[in-house]
């Protein structure tokens, strides 16, 4: 297993919890009672997760590993 | 009337019901056929299966013929197939799959018996069967090593799911070995949580081939995993009783593998779509906020100067009144002061002998006051600006 191909999945770990916290930041902004402060950090947040998880799916690649039994 | 229907949704809705029961869409029936008068001018078969008192319409359409044996009306069939209700009619059919003649063998029939006594006992309750995570971040594979299965597994998740971990446990998955070594590789898999998900798989074979899925060990060791396991044995028409106590069953080792995953491109979408609302719901945030943000900033502007102006005015104002108050106290303070001054003056014992004024004091050093603290012949000192007189009482006149 590469250093890449870790680092990639490692990224990943938590993909659905970062497109359950995506789908909130939507809500949130459609929402629209977020103050302008807020409202800016809920986007910055969501661009930066969007970037993460596209990284992510473009990288990650298949890690097959074999249990030897006794 | 809230149960109203009409007859078609009624109809519908039945066979949703149907639907939802996977033992209703893959059942198996034994009896005698009757009611059948050769294939309809389609190719189609119509008959209908019955035991001692009751019986049941059947439909074995003609694609399905392939591979199944011929019967006539009297012959003990064996027919797997799918319960549903013909709308048109509105009668229970028999969608038939496959047909076999002369009935159960001994094998089949102790296996349908196992089927019903597990049955019984609540390991294929639907309620019972878990969910499989939706993304899925290990999944332990057991099957063997140099099978199609295997390829076709690690094919279809590198497409779908490139994301995930696998852990092959290489099993023996035919043979006489097979019973033994799939539950301790179900074993071994939870004792050292080797993924959020088991897939058992292995491709098709003969009826001898997948008979190790129906032992009731297998079935045991499936229902006791903590993990859940996903089931692809065989092909679409093979049915073990592995895949009924499955928590889910994929019809092939291809078929299970994509059950399992979520496909990458779904997913590019999905993050594509939501990227684009992020930026949308922004954007409209902005057009809406800006003019309001406008209002305040012209507002601002108007009021602060003003206000500062206002400011500027009362503290120099009070600067004024500070500076007259302060004054005023410092004269007032300077006026008292004399005062004070002139009364210390006034009161100094130097300044009151300057001017005739004595102080009297006999041998303690007491300053006498009165008449009476002193004695006919005592001698008392009288104290002047310029020195001391002594001298002695000789009479005391009272006033």
């Not at chain 2, 998740?157 to 099993?171: D, E, F, G, H, N």
């Not at chain 2, 078929?255 to 594509?272: R, S, V």
């Not at chain 2, 939501?274 to 507002?299: A, G, H």
């Not at chain 2, 600006?385 to 005391?396: A, F, Q, T, W």
Request: proline share 3%; aromatic share 8%.
């Amino acid at each position: 297993m590469s250093e890449n191909r870790s680092e990639a999945n490692k990224d990943f770990e938590d993909f659905e919890g970062n497109l359950l916290f995506l789908q909130k930041i939507v809500n949130e902004l459609e929402n629209q009672d977020s103050s302008l402060s807020e409202t800016i950090q809920l986007y910055e947040k969501g661009q930066l997760l969007v970037k993460q998880c596209n990284k992510a799916l473009e990288k990650a690649q298949l890690i097959i590993t074999k249990y030897e039994k006794i | 009337m809230k149960n109203l229907f009409e007859v078609s949704s009624l109809l519908a809705n039945l066979n949703s019901l149907i639907d939802q029961n996977i033992y209703l869409k893959d059942i198996w029936i034994q009896g005698e056929v009757t009611d059948y008068k050769g294939p309809a001018y389609s190719g189609h078969k119509y008959f209908s299966i019955k035991d001692e008192n009751n019986m049941i319409r059947c439909v074995f359409f003609k694609y399905a013929h392939i591979g199944s044996d011929d019967f006539l009306d009297g012959d003990k069939i064996l027919i797997n197939g799918e319960i549903e209700i013909y709308a048109p009619t509105g009668n229970l059919q028999l969608k038939v799959r496959s047909v076999k003649k002369h009935g159960l063998g001994d094998i089949s029939i102790e296996i349908e018996r196992l089927r019903q006594r597990l049955e019984h006992e609540g390991l294929f309750a639907l309620a019972r069967k878990r969910d499989i995570p939706l993304f899925p971040q290990t999944i332990c594979v057991i099957t063997s090593e140099n099978s199609s299965a295997w390829e076709d597994i690690k094919k279809v998740i590198t497409m779908r799911y490139p994301l995930v971990k696998l852990i092959l446990i290489p099993t023996l998955m035919q043979g006489e070995n097979c019973i033994k070594d799939v539950c301790n590789s179900i074993d071994i898999a939870n004792k050292e949580s080797l993924g959020d998900i088991i897939l058992l798989s292995r491709g098709g074979g003969s009826e001898e081939d997948l008979m190790p899925f129906n032992s009731e060990k297998i079935v045991r060791f499936i229902f006791a995993s903590k993990i859940p396991i996903v089931t692809g044995i065989g092909h679409e028409d093979d049915n073990t009783l592995s895949d009924y106590v499955a928590d889910k069953r994929g019809l092939t080792p291809t078929g299970a593998a994509q059950i399992i995953t979520p496909d990458i491109n779904d997913l590019k979408t999905e993050i594509n779509r939501i990227s684009l609302n992020i930026q949308k719901s922004f954007k409209y945030y902005l057009e809406f906020k800006v003019p309001e943000i406008e209002k305040v900033k012209i507002k601002l502007q108007n009021i602060y100067p003003r206000k500062i102006e206002i400011l500027i005015r009362n503290i120099d104002q009070i600067e004024f009144i500070l500076n007259n108050k302060l004054s005023s106290y410092i004269n007032t303070t300077i006026n008292k002061l004399e005062v004070i001054k002139h009364s210390i003056s006034v009161f100094n014992i130097t300044e009151m002998s300057k001017k005739g004024y004595a102080l009297v004091e006999n041998h303690k050093k007491t300053i006498i006051k009165s008449i009476n603290q002193v004695e006919k012949g005592e001698k008392l000192k009288i104290l002047l600006s310029d020195g001391i007189l002594n001298s002695k009482v000789e009479n005391k006149i009272k006033e």
